[in-house]
T-cell receptor, first 112, second 113 residues
């Protein structure tokens, strides 16, 4: 079992839809959970950051972490064509671990 | 601009050559990383330096050698390039521990022909 599993998609939705992106993980030591957005031929940019279980909202984006199920989600409300990108989940065991473990990314297309 | 900057952005070279990629960050971070992204977009860590000290050294061929002259710079030298080295190489930096996320550079697209 890979440490972090993420459905690569591609996922295609109409503009205005609610998008749900998910990752599962196996390492119970992970405490910090992130979502990165990567546009084509660009570097990943940090979108959302969450510590431990719970929800975090930032504008149209909501990140959820359920440590008991080892499952994290990113919801995008009122999706826009500019949201079309690859979304990567990433996680880290916390202080001293340094290494982020990434999912393989989900390619999202929002169709106008 | 505060950022992680890599040079060059594109690198096309022949098999057997030696090449270097440079990275600089002005975010005041102590920790810097090299990641490799393959054709399937999977990001895999190669090396990490914290305050000029090597702290992560994943299983990569010893043809790859990182060097950190100071905590704001991390370079990657690759000897005897092979076709399989073709990929996008990303530099990143973070606060100690990396738990608050990384800031990535825009990548160096290496093509070995």
């Amino acid at each position: 079992q890979k440490e972090v599993e993420q459905d690569p998609g591609p996922l295609s939705v109409p503009e205005g839809a609610i998008v749900s992106l998910n990752c599962t993980y196996s390492n119970s030591a992970f405490q910090y959970f992130m979502w990165y957005r990567q546009y084509s031929r660009k570097g990943p940019e940090l979108l959302m950051y969450t510590y431990s279980s719970g929800n975090k909202e930032d504008g149209r984006f909501t990140a959820q972490v359920d440590k008991s199920s080892k499952y994290i989600s990113l919801f995008i409300r009122d999706s826009q064509p500019s949201d079309s990108a690859t979304y990567l989940c990433a996680m880290n065991a916390g202080a001293g671990s340094y290494q982020l473990t990434f999912g393989k990314g989900t390619k999202l297309s929002v169709i106008p | 601009d505060t950022a992680v900057s890599q040079t060059p952005k594109y690198l096309v070279t022949q098999m057997g050559n030696d090449k270097s990629i440079k990275c600089e960050q002005n975010l005041g971070h102590d920790t810097m990383y090299w990641y490799k992204q393959d054709s399937k977009k999977f990001l895999k860590i190669m090396f990490s330096y914290n305050n000029k000290e090597l702290i992560i050294n994943e299983t990569v061929p010893n043809r790859f050698s990182p060097k950190s002259p100071d905590k704001a710079h991390l370079n990657l030298h690759i000897n005897s390039l092979e076709l399989g080295d073709s990929a996008v190489y990303f530099c990143a930096s973070s606060l100690p521990g990396g738990g608050y996320g990384y800031t990535f550079g825009s990548g160096t697209r290496l093509t070995v022909v």
